[in-house]
């Protein structure tokens, strides 16, 4: 696994844990609840997406949070 790889794997992993903290066990429920592509959302959480800043910043608003405050918690 290269480092980007990595890097999408670790922002994934953190997109989980603010879904589930935001209490949705389901990353379907989520994504319909929020207009966004299921599908899309699923590898995204995966890290099998190469998303773009702006759905970065779409799904990181549903969680009230900027970048900053995402990459600043680490991931």
């Known amino acids: ?3 980007e ?5 670790a922002i994934g992993r953190k ?3 603010l879904r589930i903290q935001k209490g949705y066990s389901s990353y379907e ?3 319909v ?4 592509g299921r599908v899309q959302y699923w590898r995204l959480e995966r890290g099998e997406a190469n998303f773009t ?4 910043l779409n ?7 900027t970048l900053k405050d995402f990459f600043s918690e680490g991931i």
């Open 15 to 17: 997109l989980k844990e």
């Open 33 to 36: 609840a929020h207009d966004l």
């Open 29 to 31: 429920a989520f994504a």
């Open 1 to 3: 696994m290269n480092g």
């Open 5 to 9: 790889e990595v890097t999408l794997k």
């Open 53 to 56: 800043i702006r759905t970065l």
């Open 59 to 65: 799904v990181l608003e549903i969680h009230n949070m």
